[in-house]
């Protein structure tokens, strides 16, 4: 049986502790599936030592604020021809992408998320995480901008979930504040380090899937159906993705003027964008 070419990129943010390594075994059954041939893979690596930075020392360890906008950039320029586009993360993966996706926001850049088709995320400690947290402490790992990060109910961490829920998961629509992406998120039935509570948290359409907090990542582990998963969503999404209409090169619709006039609708029998007259000059896709 034939199977039709994707053309799309899939990005993998890896976790606290790791590297883009982490994904090589999942990586090599995506690239040998040939449901998801002409698919594109896209490591995006940060710094995550495991020792905290010294006294003095000439080098600081980024929080996930700085790696955000290194994602930020990433996307916007090395990955500026790159289609349509699915995020896949693993464990504070996700907490790096929602700090994108709000900082996107807060920019007004709203728009410029709409190529992003997918988003499923895997084992995100959403409310912090108790992983750890001893040796944190102990070892002065509270000095490490990450692994502050993951303390439970990290006040930061819930107001940026607040805002991915609002408006990435439940928003009407794409624009400058607002950008409606499908996300899924997944716990691990084995994972010790984060609670399915933490992993799921208020996203609707959550589940749990086989695996611990790293056996998740092997394809080969009993059970095992992340790389499936994945596959999935990724088909799924592509395909509701493709069927919107298409911008102009210039990632803008073609506009039209109204002047005085609330609650206007223009469209055809495909799409149809209703103006309320709001000043974010947001549209809403019916």
């Not at 002047?259 to 809403?284: A, C, L, M, Y």
Request: aromatic share 6%.
């Amino acid at each position: 049986m034939g199977w039709v070419m994707i053309d799309a990129t899939l990005v993998t943010v890896h976790g606290f502790w790791s590297s883009p390594r982490t994904w090589d075994r999942l990586t090599s059954v995506w690239a040998h599936d040939e449901r998801l041939a002409g698919l594109r893979i896209h490591h995006f690596g940060y710094p995550s030592p495991k020792a905290p930075r010294l006294p003095f020392s000439p080098t600081r360890i980024p929080d996930y604020e700085d790696i955000a906008q290194a994602l930020a950039n990433e996307y916007s320029v090395r990955l500026a021809d790159a289609g349509a586009v699915v995020f896949v993360t693993h464990s504070q993966g996700r907490l790096i992408l929602q700090r994108f996706l709000v900082w996107m926001l807060h920019e007004h850049r709203g728009r410029e998320l709409a190529r992003i088709a997918s988003v499923v995320t895997l084992v995100c400690p959403n409310n912090g995480a108790d992983y750890l947290r001893s040796l944190r402490r102990y070892l002065g790992y509270r000095r490490h901008p990450q692994a502050g990060e993951l303390e439970t109910l990290n006040r930061e961490v819930a107001d940026t979930q607040r805002a991915v829920l609002q408006d990435i998961v439940n928003a009407s629509g794409i624009g400058e504040y607002r950008c409606r992406i499908p996300v899924h998120v997944y716990a691990g039935i084995a994972d010790g380090v984060v609670p399915a509570a933490s992993a799921q948290a208020t996203f609707p359409g959550a589940g749990s899937i086989a695996g611990n907090h790293y056996s998740i990542l092997d394809p080969e582990s009993p059970g095992g159906s992340t790389a499936e998963t994945v596959r999935h969503h990724l088909l799924t999404d592509l395909s509701a993705h493709n069927r919107l209409p298409p911008r102009p090169p210039n990632g803008r619709r073609p506009s039209v003027t109204v002047n005085n006039s609330r609650n206007v609708v223009v469209g055809d029998h495909n799409t149809i964008v209703q103006h309320s007259g709001r000043p974010d000059g947001d549209e809403d896709l019916r």
